[in-house]
Nanobody, 119 residues
Framework: QVQLVESGGGLVQAGGSLRLSCAAS????????MGWYRQAPGKQRELVAA???????NYGNSVKGRFTISRDNAKNTVYLQMNSLKPEDTAVYIC?????????????WGQGTQVTVSS
């Protein structure tokens, strides 16, 4: 079994910063891409940022220049540093990872962590 556990969400004022963490645990042989998605009430889930096993990154247009994704492969953990936060960044942030645990690569999701940005 594989689990993704997020931490670091909370309430912050506009212009502030937060750092999210997501640790993968369980029967893991290797982790390919890891990423963060978000979902606001009434909106579709959208990609925030993703990072490959080699460190290549990809960002959603709305967060480019403000958010930074990174990972620690030794700890099976992905981070999201969020700076210059805006009220429109308010959402549940959900970790995602493509994990090889034996026979094939599967898509895993965390439970989500709430980020609320007040104006």
């Amino acid at each position: 079994q594989v689990q993704l556990v997020e931490s670091g969400g909370g309430l912050v004022q506009a212009g502030g910063s937060l750092r999210l963490s997501c640790a993968a645990s369980g029967s893991i042989i290797s982790i390919n891409a890891m990423g963060w998605y978000r979902q606001a009430p009434g909106k579709q889930r959208e990609l925030v940022a993703a990072i490959s096993s080699g460190g290549a990154t990809n960002y959603g247009n709305s967060v480019k220049g403000r958010f930074t994704i990174s990972r620690d492969n030794a700890k099976n953990t992905v981070y999201l540093q969020m700076n210059s936060l805006k009220p429109e960044d308010t959402a549940v942030y959900i970790c995602n990872a493509h994990i090889y645990s034996g026979s094939y690569v599967s898509d895993y999701w965390g439970q989500g962590t709430q980020v609320t940005v007040s104006s």
